[in-house]
T-cell receptor, first 112, second 116 residues
Framework: QKEVEQNSGPLSVPEGAIASLNCTYSDRGSQSFFWYRQYSGKSPELIMSIYSNGDKEDGRFTAQLNKASQYVSLLIRDSQPSDSATYLCAVKWGAGSYQLTFGKGTKLSVIP | GAVVSQHPSRVICKSGTSVKIECRSLDFQATTMFWYRQFPKQSLMLMATSNEGSKATYEQGVEKDKFLINHASLTLSTLTVTSAHPEDSSFYIC????????????FGPGTRLLVL
C-alpha cells in the first residue's frame, strides 16, 4: 500500500526562525510532490510543487526532494505567526494517475 | 489563476433529505475533478474522481448510489448526498485538475454539511 508519512507535530518555532517540515513516501515510482497549507476550518491551499531532485525556492519557501531516500521537505524561512497551520504533503504516484495521496499533515505553530 | 469555487459553503439539513454541492473551476477547464471528505482532526480522504462526460470512479468503501457525482461540463462537477444521515456530516472539499508541469490539483473552499 502506498503511504505518505508526516510527523503530526505540533512543531513549534519562534517567529523569524526556520521551520522544517518533513515527509517520506513509500513508492519509488512517485512522480510529483506537493505541499499544501490548511488553516483550521479551511480547505488546502497549494504552497509548492516539485518533481525533480534538489531544491526549489519560492519566496520564503524551499521544497527539497531526494528521490533516492524517498524524502521531501519544506523549509519556511523567517517564519511568521500567519504561517501557523497544518501542512499537508501530497504525492502523485505515477504517470497514469492524477490522484494524490495525502499525509496526515504536520501542525506548525509559530510563536510571536 | 486556478480558482475553484464551491457552493454552498455551509448547509444544514434534516436526516433523510438530499443535498447537492457544486464545484466550479472559474478560470480554467477541468476534465478531471476530485471529491474529498474530511472529518475533524483527520486528513483528506478521496471519495471519487469525476471525469467530464463519463462516470465517476469511486474509492473503495464509498457508496456510489449515496454520493451521486455528475460532471456535465468542463467547469462544473456536482456531488449529491442522497438520504443524508448524521454520520454524513463532514467537510466536503472538491478539487480541479489544472494542466501544466506538473498537473496540479487546486481546491475549492469546501462545504460544511451538518445533518440533524
Amino acid at each position: 500500500q502506498k503511504e505518505v508519512e508526516q510527523n503530526s507535530g505540533p512543531l513549534s518555532v519562534p517567529e523569524g526562525a526556520i521551520a522544517s517540515l518533513n515527509c517520506t513516501y513509500s513508492d519509488r515510482g512517485s512522480q510529483s510532490f506537493f505541499w499544501y497549507r490548511q488553516y483550521s476550518g479551511k480547505s488546502p491551499e497549494l504552497i509548492m510543487s516539485i518533481y525533480s531532485n534538489g531544491d526549489k525556492e519560492d519566496g520564503r519557501f524551499t521544497a527539497q526532494l531526494n528521490k533516492a531516500s524517498q524524502y521531501v521537505s519544506l523549509l519556511i524561512r523567517d517564519s511568521q505567526p500567519s504561517d501557523s497551520a497544518t501542512y499537508l504533503c501530497a504525492v502523485k504516484w505515477g504517470a497514469g494517475s492524477y490522484q494524490l495521496t495525502f499525509g496526515k499533515g504536520t501542525k506548525l505553530s509559530v510563536i510571536p | 489563476g486556478a480558482v475553484v469555487s464551491q457552493h454552498p459553503s455551509r448547509v444544514i439539513c434534516k436526516s433523510g433529505t438530499s443535498v447537492k454541492i457544486e464545484c466550479r473551476s472559474l478560470d480554467f477547464q477541468a476534465t478531471t475533478m476530485f471529491w474529498y471528505r474530511q472529518f475533524p482532526k483527520q486528513s483528506l480522504m478521496l471519495m471519487a474522481t469525476s471525469n467530464e462526460g463519463s462516470k465517476a470512479t469511486y474509492e473503495q468503501g464509498v457508496e456510489k448510489d449515496k454520493f451521486l457525482i455528475n460532471h456535465a461540463s468542463l467547469t462544473l462537477s456536482t456531488l449529491t448526498v442522497t438520504s443524508a444521515h448524521p454520520e454524513d456530516s463532514s467537510f466536503y472539499i472538491c478539487s480541479a485538475l489544472h494542466g501544466g508541469a506538473p498537473q496540479t490539483q487546486y481546491f475549492g473552499p469546501g462545504t460544511r454539511l451538518l445533518v440533524l
